[in-house]
């Protein structure tokens, strides 16, 4: 089985920071692109940012210039610097990557959810 542990969230003061974190664990042999997803209650779930193995990264224009993605790929983990919060980046976010299981075809995989709340 594969897990994706999320970590960081909380409460953020509008202009400040947070930082997200998300690992792997599991029966792994490889893994493709990781990102960020994030749902606000009463809409839809939309991407946030994505980076690929090779640490190409991609954001929603909302995050762009304040969110950084980056990932450590011997530790199966991948990060969600957030700074110059703003309330509307209220929402859970959730982890995602796409994983190469032993005899499994690539799949994507899902976290559980932390909730991030931007508030003063």
Do not use: H
């Amino acid at each position: 089985q594969v897990q994706l542990v999320e970590s960081g969230g909380g409460l953020g003061q509008p202009g400040g920071s947070l930082r997200l974190s998300c690992a792997a664990s599991g029966s792994i042999i490889s893994i493709d692109d990781m990102g960020w997803y994030r749902q606000a209650p009463g809409k839809e779930r939309e991407l946030v940012a994505t980076i690929t193995s090779g640490g190409s990264a991609n954001y929603v224009d909302s995050v762009k210039g304040r969110f950084t993605i980056s990932r450590d790929n011997a530790r199966n983990t991948v990060y969600l610097q957030m700074n110059s919060l703003k309330p509307e980046d209220t929402a859970v976010y959730y982890c995602n990557a796409k994983i190469r299981r032993p005899l499994r075809p690539w799949n994507d995989y899902w976290g559980q959810g932390t909730q991030v709340t931007v508030s003063s």
